[in-house]
């Protein structure tokens, strides 16, 4: 028999996060397809939760949260965390300004949107749940504004954080 320490640790995690990020579209389709679009918010609580734990990660692991740069690596390392080494992209830091950009340009969202035949627009409102969330716990000072997403047919996903108005 096949123990869980013979298999090697990447397998498990690239396993553990496939599930995981199945998890929400076997709830929409177990629910929300069979009972309606009323039960769509429960979807995006769900997200908006798993956003929440992203400050005390961070600050479990020492992350520095003091600006938008901080916030963008922070945001981007721990959603990896989470989601999974599929979730590929780069932080890109304005000169300038106190703003960061998060260029995603792998989603494990779209990809488990796409393997259960689903149109992966149903992910664009649990990902902005999740992501307004986690800036918000990371630093409450920050928002998230969204630039561009894979969920809708472009390249690739932009998410600018900067501090709120």
């Not at 013979?6 to 553990?16: D, G, K, N, Y």
């Not at 990902?127 to 918000?136: D, L, P, S, T």
Request: hydrophobic letters at 40%.
């Amino acid at each position: 028999m096949t123990k869980i320490e013979q298999i090697p640790a990447e397998l498990r995690w690239s396993i553990a996060t496939r599930a995981a990020t199945a998890m929400p579209f076997a709830y929409h389709r177990a629910v929300v397809e069979r009972y309606g679009d009323g039960f769509e918010e429960s979807v995006q609580a769900i997200w908006r939760e798993a956003g929440k734990e992203q400050g005390a990660l961070a600050r479990g692991f020492a992350m520095p949260l003091k600006n938008a740069a901080d916030v963008a690596e922070a945001y981007s390392t721990i959603s990896t965390l989470l989601l999974g080494p599929e979730l590929q992209g780069e932080v890109k830091v304005a000169k300038d300004r106190d703003c960061a950009e998060i260029v995603v340009t792998s989603c494990p969202m779209c990809s488990r949107a796409a393997e259960m035949g689903m149109d992966s627009r149903a992910t664009c409102a649990s990902c902005r749940a999740y992501g307004g969330a986690a800036v918000g716990s990371l630093n409450p000072e920050y928002g998230v504004a969204y630039r561009s997403g894979m969920c809708v047919g472009d390249e690739e996903c932009r998410i600018r954080i900067e501090p709120k108005a």
